[in-house]
Structures are given as structure tokens and as C-alpha cells.
């Protein structure tokens, strides 16, 4: 291996990285990929076998024993890199990250996927669906992603095509209705973040508790027990949600609580969607009132249906066209609250065609607006450059390096 070949890559002379390609966290398997110059000794050190990574390079996959292990699957992957390339799959859990352990020990230096990805892809539709892969948490998200690169592929030939034959309000109105859909498609692999806010003892850390099927927040009768921004991730009807679950928004004297209430109004500023949490059981007070008028957006929530709801409680739903009853006790109304969610989230936004691509990523939907502003500012061989770049799927990660790409015309003048 060549200097010129490690420093086109990205690295030092001598150097292999080591990544996780599957999310962190526990699953039946995992899958790490190392790449580098020194990534055939480094992969070739910690086998008790050592002969079987020749069988991986010439078969393209092999089994192979991991010191003291259960069995890995190994694949060696030509590329056309000036590096070499191996995916590791072993169990998941604690046993990948005794692998990961192992690789570093060897030599290799561990770095974001990303890192890994820019190198063999650079700037993509490919490079795309493999840094955000990872961070989908349900098969129908991931499934989706899984589509986009042969999805724009297809497209981005027929848009060459058309830009090609001048059709160029064809084009525009492709780019249009893949934007429109962008809010709905961004969060495939993007979770929805939503901020749970109220008065102290509404019964918020309960509601997180609910939704999470776990003591996920302490719950205490003493107000101000939620220190600080308390935050767990659930899935429903294939959509992700952040759920934070914040400090009660009052004026504290105690400088831990304070801090706590100031991560709350930050918290507040990054959400998508706001859960305003009332106590259906309690009066309402000024504070309960100076948080409508705060958050007229947010979703109210009254909570503790379980108990008798206070009548002093309809003057404050009086203003209100809509709430949604939950009692986070019983772990009632929790479909309803969510359900709602996603209306507003959504709002008129269709699901995309899944015959279609989708701007699945903010690097996706920047790239898809200046196509988008080229056509109309009829840079017409400049869109066509960016969309053979961008969109159009370069030769896949084991696939021969010689591997001839589709001839697009780009010349359109």
C-alpha cells in the first residue's frame, strides 16, 4: 500500500479506523467495518484462525473464530478503494463491543460512521442511507431508507433525461412535491422531539414513565424532584419520539432547581411538539394559566382522569378547542395522546409514494433546493452535474471496481 493511497483515503500511512455500522445498543447481531492500510493485519491478529480471512477475500465471505468468542462472519469487500475493507458480524450487546475492544488494541482507531462514509462515498444519496441507517428505530423506517439509493437512481436518470430534452417544469414539479414531503420523510431516521412541560406535581415524570413501560424519571409528591431534563425515546405506529421530560416551570429559589428550569425553557426552544401537562384533578392556578398564554401551540394534556376532575378546571378548557384525557396512573388515553401528536406533527403533509424518492436527511432536501434553483435560474448543465454527483448511485460497497457507471448526458446545451 502506497503512501499516495492511505492519504487519498483520508488517513495516515499505516493507519485503519474501525466503525459500528449497526446502531449501539442491545440486539441479536451487530456488524463493525475496518478499513486502512493496516486493516488485513489488524483483522488478521485477533482471529484464532487466521487462514480463514484468505477464504473471506477469495469467497467474499467466510466464518471465523474471534479469540475467545463464538463464531464470526467475516466479509472482505473489493471496492475499488486504494484501502481494504472488512465487515465484521458478531453477536450484540456487550460481545460487539469486545470486538471493537479488540480492533482498537490491534491498532486501529475507532471514528463515527460518517468519517468512514465521506471516504467512500463522499457527498451522496448512499453516503446518506448508510450514516442514518443506524439511527432508525423501526423496520418500516429502515425499510424505506433501505429503497432510497436505487429509488434515486431511477429518478435521477429520467431527470436527466428531461433536462436534457428541456423539460424543465417536469423537473421542477418532481422537486417540488419530494420537498413538500421533506417534514414527513426527515423523520424517518430523525426522532420527533417533544418537550413534556407544566407546574411542579402535574404528573409529568409519570406520563414519561407510561410511555416508556418503565420508572424511567423518578416520581416524588415533593415539587421540584425532576432536576433536570429526563429524556427517553419511544416508537409508535412506525414514527419515533424523543420524549424530555423537564424540570416543573416555577420560580426557584434552590440553584439546582433553577438550573433545572432554565434546561427547561431551552428544551422548550428545540422542541417539534410541546406537551402542556395539567393536573385535571387540582384547581388551576395563575402559573397553569401564564403557560397557555406561553405555549398557545402545545398540545394540553390534562392529566389524572383516574380522579375526579375539578370543576374549577373548565374555566381554563374554555379557551381551549382541544386537549386529550390521560391518566399516566392507568396508562389511559396514551394512544389517544399520540395519535394527536402525530396529527399535529403531520398536519396535512401525505405520506410519500414509496414507488418514489424521498428527502430523507437535511443534507438531502438542501441538495434537492439548489437542483431545485439551478433548473429555475436555467443552469441546466450545472443541475445535471449536481444530480449525476449527488443522486446517482455510484458503484455499491463490494461491487468490482471497474464496474462501468451508467452513461448520462450531461452536455445539454
Sequence with gaps: MTNDAAEQFGQTPGEAVVTMLTAPSSSALAVLAVAGPEARRIVQSCLLNPHRLEVAEESGVATARWHDL????????????????????????????????????????????????????????????????????????????????????KLGTALLQQLRSNQTERVLATLNDILAHAPYATHYAIPWRVALVGRPNVGKSSLLNALAGFQRAVVHDAPGTTRDVVTETIAYLGWVFEIHDTAGLRDAADPIEAEGVRRTREATRTADLIWLVVDGSAAPDALDEELLRTYPQA?????????????????????????????????????????ASLKKLLGTVRPPDPERPAAFSPAVVRWCQELRELVESGELDAAAELLECRFCRPPRLGSPANEPRPSHPTNLT
Design 70 to 153: 463464538e463464531p464470526i462472519v467475516l466479509r472482505a469487500r473489493p471496492t475499488g478503494l486504494p484501502v481494504p475493507y472488512y465487515e465484521i458480524s458478531c453477536h450484540g450487546g456487550t460481545r460487539v463491543w469486545y470486538v471493537l475492544q479488540d480492533v482498537v488494541k490491534a491498532g486501529a482507531r475507532r471514528v463515527n460512521p460518517e468519517v468512514l462514509f465521506d471516504q467512500i462515498y463522499g457527498q451522496t444519496i448512499t453516503r446518506e442511507l448508510y450514516v442514518h441507517l443506524p439511527r432508525t428505530a423501526t423496520a418500516d423506517a429502515a425499510a424505506a431508507l433501505l429503497a432510497q439509493p436505487s429509488l434515486w437512481d
Design 299 to 339: 398540545i394540553l394534556v390534562v392529566n389524572k382522569t383516574d380522579l375526579p376532575r375539578n370543576p374549577l378546571l373548565e374555566r381554563l378548557l374554555a379557551n381551549r378547542s382541544a386537549f386529550v384525557s390521560v391518566s399516566a396512573r392507568f396508562s389511559r388515553g396514551l394512544n389517544e395522546l399520540l395519535d
